[in-house]
């Protein structure tokens, strides 16, 4: 079944950096446009960051650009986000999965990213 396993989460002081990194597994990820999302207390999921599955292909949230970049290894099947410059607005429990409509029901458990002095 498909399956993702978020890591790399943890306690940072602003400007500071953290790299998350997604094994998925259940499916073929070399195919698949792929996502990070983010979602904070009381807020609703939303997309950080996403890149295609050829071509390195790449977008990002306004409130990351520039500070944030999403990257993958199709060998791996692993996915990173290199968050840089943190802001305490950064504090989430981040996920993976797939872009839109190729989002699969299945999430993973997430990573914690608190961004606190």
């Known amino acids: 079944q498909v399956q993702f396993v978020e890591t790399g989460g943890g306690l940072v002081q602003p400007g500071g950096s953290l790299r998350l990194s997604c094994a998925a597994s259940g499916f073929t990820f070399s195919t698949h446009t792929m996502s990070w999302y983010r979602q904070a207390p009381g807020k609703e999921r939303e997309v950080v960051a996403a890149?295609?599955?050829?071509?390195?292909?790449?977008m990002y949230a306004d409130s990351v650009k520039g500070r944030f970049t999403i990257s993958r290894d199709n060998a791996k099947n692993t996915l990173y986000l290199q968050m840089n410059s943190l802001k305490p607005e950064d504090t989430a429990v981040y996920y993976c999965n797939g872009f839109g409509s190729n989002s699969y029901s299945s999430w993973g458990q997430g990573t914690q990213v608190t961004v606190s002095s």
């Open positions: 890149i295609a599955s050829v071509g390195g292909s790449t």
